[in-house]
């Protein structure tokens, strides 16, 4: 139990879930009921399709490859006002239709951006599917952009920045490490922008933004539910298959981090901070970018440290030597480049932030040290492969695991394997990440804190 | 970075925003979310709906009670209590307990609101067995224990620490006490540094058996298990709770509206929030009354507020209003943030809008597209997760409607008419509200 919750560590966390132990095919079985297929669409356009026949209920999901990490210079928060301005007219449905459209049969839709992707998504009941392809279909190309609509939306996602960023000390903190963990990967950049850059953001940005990206060959669409896969092939056939092949992109090759050779610290004391917190980063390899098995032992890595009230960092932190209110360690495994891994925690009672900081330093330096025992990495297994069974429970929980996989360079197949290279970690594995990685004096550390006596 | 942010109902809200269904009609049939009532020996009673789909069970359950039962000078004990189940229970420990809680891969929860104290379960059915008995065990016979209790204790001081100099979480605390008065509903329900520091292993105790009654319990569970092996599970989780809780009466309360409140801080953004009457459940025009929330700022992004206060002007990123539906009391809530230069144009327009509503009523157009949404919205909200299957079956119950509500309610609905809506509309929204402001230079004046 954590009544309360680390304020400080609220970065994008991808989760990275795999299926049953199958066999290699494109099409696989789970336990007899879930038969999951993919193809592609003549324009180039990739499917998957996740039967779950429990509810006459379908998840429409459409995955672009583009996310904030794409984004040209000096254009920041691009990727994601442009989300917004997608929920705008087209050439053949004004605005407000699509979103009344989902209303009236009493489905849900959104969208969100992150720095590798950008989905759009509608839960509906099953026989509204077609529906749904056609309107997702058609603002995947005829988005009809006015100036107006730009100005009134784009004072909405400064409302947004203002909500979700500026009003909190700790999203502020957490921006500012990242743009210091990050030097040269784009990662640096915040997913919704900086304020002086968004209020630029114009309706030329808008659409070469569209016409680069939004293309057929560029997305994945994603369709869960009460389905089968003949029937979604086509109607996407009859859909998004009219929709022409766009030019083909250029590899999603970005700038890449330097070797960190020094320890950093960001600070920010607010006078709305009583419990300071702290957070500390590194840069690790992701599921994309990592050498066979070594994303798989940094994912265990965190749930042993820090992935739970079990962790070693929770029994010692909290439970024996009772100095944190909250303490853990997390990483963001689905990410097309080097991604991020994190500790964190926050002093109770009369504890020093000092103490948590130095007791978490330490029970790294036990893993890189000494490693980990056979029982615990037993453990952590299990719950993951568990997290598996539990994630068939819920089809946009499934919609979600796919469309970002096969967004950052991930296929079908890796989620269907995950399970069996789980298996494969060895203790040393474990140990090698936290002692090659989780070093000391290459970290970024952010500290929250209070305002200091006297100031203001 | 969601387009717009789902609005933080709790379970009961949610219930009520998204009643009924078409689908459902299809559902038993399809689905299997056919809910059956299974009595045990001991005379638990539970709803159950059979699904092999996926190899798990979900068991939710509920007391009646909940926060609102913390004694005077003891607040928190609630929430206290309910961060100690997993803290060891019968002759295991905190440490053994948890071990082999993780051993057997059970997600056990508990925790409370202001009107029930919630539980649950989700495993892997062939883990069953194992995992309720360390259930039945943290219902029946918690430990307790002085040195978990201290340390969830001080994580709890330690939240309400946290949240001290922070406008918003201190301006809301302000708003409910100066809405509810003295009743329950206006004492936090984490409790205060006093109210903590006042509670002993036996007040844990004693409450724990006054709340952990069977008349007050209602029990859910979905997946692959039979009726009559949960009748044996029923019993064996329940059925040594004494019959009767022992409840102290709480007086139905009016949240006090016509005032404002206006907290001064230099923030980026000044947030609003109004409160207007609500309407009981059991009101005639309560689903009238559900009809012309959706229709105002309810669930989609079609409703009157989100058009004029963002679609058409930018002035904010969510705005939305609520039917809250508390056992002891219920209001309309609308709440937005906007840029500070902006609040007393956003409050205007918020205003207008619900004038409007007031005077004019919908035009049978929105209540056509309203009554379709929240018919259609059922299923996908409340069906879509053995989790949500779970929770709704609970919360039909603590609400005293029965197994027939889902089949039932598209006609409740249907029934209404504009003048039904328009009626309710002038009878919620003609009253004076409640105004929260926090935000920079903000006055009691800007409310108007």
């Not at chain 1, 279909?137 to 960023?165: G, H, K, P, W």
Request: with cysteine; glycine share 8%; net charge negative.
């Amino acid at each position: 139990m954590t009544p309360t919750g680390n304020r400080l560590c609220a970065m994008f966390l991808g989760v990275w879930l795999g299926f049953g132990v199958l066999p290699a095919a494109a099409d696989t079985q789970v336990a007899g009921e879930t038969k999951i297929s993919s193809f592609t669409l003549g324009n180039g356009m990739e499917v998957v399709v996740i039967p779950d026949h429990r509810a006459p209920i379908a998840t429409h999901m459409v995955w672009y490859k583009v996310g904030s990490a794409d984004e040209p210079p000096g254009k920041s928060g691009i990727a994601h006002f442009f989300e917004h301005l997608m929920f705008k007219g087209t050439t053949n449905h004004a605005a407000g239709e699509f979103d009344r459209a989902v209303a009236e049969i009493g489905g849900n839709n959104n969208a969100f951006t992150s720095y590798d992707y950008t989905a759009y998504f509608e839960t509906v009941p099953a026989d509204a599917l077609e529906q749904m392809m056609a309107f997702e279909a058609d603002r995947m190309r005829n988005l009809v952009l006015s100036d107006e609509v730009i100005a009134t939306e784009r004072d909405v996602v400064l409302e947004e920045r203002r909500s979700r960023i500026d009003n909190d000390p700790s999203a502020l903190l957490d921006e500012e490490v990242s743009a210091t963990l990050w030097q040269n990967q784009p990662y640096r950049i915040p997913v919704i922008g900086w304020m002086q850059e968004m209020k630029q953001l114009n309706r030329a940005d808008a659409q070469a933004f569209y016409d680069r990206y939004y293309t057929p060959n560029n997305a994945v669409l994603v369709v869960a539910g009460d389905v089968e896969e003949e029937a979604v092939k086509a109607m996407a056939e009859r859909t998004y298959g009219k929709v022409a092949r766009g030019p083909d992109l250029p590899p999603r090759e970005r700038p890449v981090e330097p070797e960190q050779n020094t320890k950093r610290t960001v600070t920010l004391s607010d006078q709305r901070v009583s419990v300071p917190s702290f957070s500390a980063q590194w840069v690790v390899p992701s599921y994309s970018t990592a050498e066979p098995g070594e994303a798989e032992a940094l994912d265990l890595l965190a749930e042993i440290l820090g992935g739970g009230v079990r962790s070693r960092l929770y029994q010692e932190l909290v439970v024996k030597q009772r100095i944190a209110v909250s303490t853990g360690a997390s990483y963001s495994g689905t990410m097309l480049d080097d991604t991020s891994f994190a500790v964190y925690g926050a002093p109770v009672g009369q504890a020093a932030l000092e103490q948590v900081e130095t007791a978490v330093t330490r029970e790294i330096a036990r893993i890189a040290d000494e490693g980990v025992t056979a029982d615990e990495l037993e453990s952590a297994k299990k719950r993951f492969v568990r997290a598996t069974i539990f994630a068939r429970d819920r089809q946009t929980a499934m919609a979600n695991i796919f469309g970002s996989t096969l967004a950052t360079g991930g296929s079908v197949r890796d989620i269907e394997e995950w399970p069996g290279r789980i298996e494969k970690v060895t203790p040393e594995q474990i140990k090698t990440a936290a002692a090659r990685y989780l070093v000391p004096s290459r970290s970024t550390t952010g500290y929250l804190l209070p305002q200091a006596k006297g100031g203001n | 970075m969601q387009k717009f942010s789902t609005p933080l109902h709790d379970a009961a809200i949610q219930l009520v925003a998204a009643l009924a269904c078409l689908l459902v009609f299809a559902l038993p049939a399809r689905s299997g979310v056919n809910i059956q009532e299974v009595h045990s020996e001991k005379g638990i009673t539970a709803w159950l709906v059979e699904d092999y789909t996926v190899p798990i069970v979900t068991l939710r359950f509920a007391f009646e009670g909940g926060s609102s039962q913390d004694p005077a000078g003891k607040e928190g004990l609630a929430n206290l209590m309910s961060g100690l189940f997993d803290e060891g229970a019968g002759d295991l420990e905190s440490d053994a307990f948890q071990e082999k809680l993780d051993d057997v891969g059970a997600e056990m929860r508990f925790s409370s609101s202001r009107d029930a104290i919630y539980g649950g379960m989700r495993v892997l059915a062939e883990d069953r067995q194992v995992a309720f008995d360390l259930l039945r065990l943290a219902i029946g016979q918690p430990r307790f224990d002085q040195q978990p209790i201290d340390r969830i204790r001080s994580q709890i001081v330690t939240g309400i620490d946290a949240a001290e100099r922070d406008p918003n979480a201190q301006a809301r605390k302000q708003w409910m006490r100066a809405i509810y008065g003295e009743h329950p509903y206006a004492r936090p329900d984490e409790g205060t540094r006093q109210s903590l520091a006042a509670i002993a292993p036996d007040d844990l105790r004693a409450f724990r058996k006054s709340q952990f009654g069977r008349s007050g319990l209602h029990v859910a569970v979905i997946g692959a298990v039979d009726a009559e092996t949960l009748k044996a599970d029923l019993d064996r989780l329940f059925g040594d709770l004494p019959e009767q809780q022992d409840l102290k009466p709480v007086q139905r309360v009016d949240p006090r509206l016509g005032q404002e409140i206006a907290v001064a801080y230099d923030l980026p953004q000044t947030s609003i929030q109004m409160a207007f009457p609500g309407i009981e459940r059991s009101d005639p025009d309560f689903y009238a009354a559900m009809l012309m929330n959706e229709i105002l700022g309810g669930g989609t992004f079609t409703s009157r507020l989100f058009a004029e206060v963002r679609e058409k002007r930018g002035l904010a990123y969510s705005v939305d209003s609520i039917l809250s539906n508390r056992r002891y009391s219920s209001s309309l809530g609308i709440s937005t943030a906007t840029r500070s230069d902006r609040a007393s144009e956003t409050i205007r327009i918020i205003r207008d809008v619900v004038r409007q509503m007031a005077d004019d009523g919908p035009t049978a157009a929105e209540l056509e597209a309203a009554k379709k949404y929240l018919i259609g919205a059922y299923a996908i909200n409340n069906l879509n997760s053995s989790g949500a299957v779970a929770s709704t079956m609970v919360e039909l119950q603590l609400a005293g409607l029965g197994r027939d509500y889902i089949s039932r309610r598209p006609a409740l609905l249907g029934a209404v008419t504009v003048d039904d809506v328009t009626r309710v509309a002038r009878r919620l929204l003609t009253a004076e509200p409640a105004v929260l402001l926090v935000g920079p230079d903000v006055k009691k004046a800007d409310a108007q």
